[in-house]
């Protein structure tokens, strides 16, 4: 047995001994995950940040160049799956070539011992998701924030001829000071890359040209974080149907409840902005991301003299 603190609570913990590699177990007081500190090369991992179906991240310390950083691990299972590790490699590679303030960055990417693991900047003090799930909804200046940073981080990936193509409020993480930073580009694709088999991306914030059309470009990640910004605002999901082949068609055939319908206080200004990024048509959508935030801006500028003088 070994006495482990919870990174969230802080709780002293015991961890069986028989306890696997990089396995962890629940913390008895807020059922965080709680694990023995492993070393995977210069990398000390300490906390579970989150897992996924292929992956797990750590919160870890390099401890050559002393500094806290996140260790996603690639689980062991799929290390012989060709496919899951060229898209792990493609991620890897995409996300380090973007180097911007709202983009969580990529240092690394190694393996150790058959684990093949991407090192980057932590973000672990919660995401988008959260603080819907904890408020309801989210203040219309907080969202327009969001708006303004993560549309400011599409931009450089649009310039990258990248395409997010998963833009929802899980994958807007925060760090330790506050700031949202995008993340997860595990189905990232170039623009001139051929679509592949199958429509990946989340129902509830997916472009509805994605789903009718097969196509897919800058103005749908534009759409996605449209999309993103309307279940913050509103707390509520732009469309959501009993199932989720009906949830996807109703982005292409049903109309959008505008945001004041749902909530009266929230800005025209703001309103319009998200309602024009999520037009059907993406050709009256934002010309590019730059016009988006700059609508973005105008409406917080408008609001924080309205609210403050």
Excluded at 270 to 279: D, G, K, V, Y
Aim: net charge neutral; hydrophobic share 40%; with cysteine.
């Amino acid at each position: 047995m070994a006495m482990v603190p919870c990174e969230r609570c802080g709780a002293q913990n015991f961890i069986p001994a028989d306890l696997g590699m990089f396995q962890y177990a629940s913390c008895k007081q807020c059922g965080h995950a709680v694990m023995t500190p492993v070393k995977l090369d210069q990398f000390e991992l300490r906390a579970v940040c989150g897992s996924g179906g292929m992956a797990t991240v750590y919160r870890a310390h390099d401890e050559i160049l002393d500094r806290d950083v996140a260790v996603k691990l690639m689980q062991p299972e799929f290390a012989g799956d060709q496919n899951a590790m060229a898209g792990f490699f493609r991620e890897a590679r995409y996300q380090a070539s973007l180097n911007h303030t709202h983009i969580v960055q990529v240092y690394n990417y190694g393996e150790h011992s058959g684990y093949k693991y991407l090192v980057m900047e932590v973000a672990d003090r919660g995401d988008l998701d959260g603080l819907i799930k904890k408020h309801g909804r989210v203040d219309e200046l907080y969202v327009l924030d969001v708006g303004i940073k993560i549309s400011s981080a599409l931009e450089l990936v649009a310039k990258k001829n990248l395409i997010h193509l998963d833009l929802k409020p899980d994958n807007i993480l925060y760090n330790s000071d506050g700031e949202p930073k995008l993340t997860d580009f595990g189905i990232c694709r170039r623009t001139d890359e051929p679509r592949g088999d199958g429509l990946v991306g989340t129902p509830f914030y997916i472009a509805p040209e994605r789903v009718a059309l097969g196509r897919q470009d800058f103005r749908s990640d534009m759409y996605s974080l449209g999309a993103t910004m309307y279940h913050a605002i509103t707390g509520r999901v732009p469309f959501d149907g009993p199932t989720v082949e009906e949830t996807v068609w109703m982005h292409v055939k049903t109309r959008l409840v505008p945001p004041r319908k749902l909530v009266k206080d929230i800005s025209k200004d703001t309103e319009a902005a998200i309602l024009r990024s999520m037009h059907k048509d993406p050709a009256k959508r934002y010309e590019n991301f730059e016009d988006f935030r700059m609508a973005l801006e105008a409406a917080r500028s408008r609001l924080l003299v309205k609210r403050y003088g």
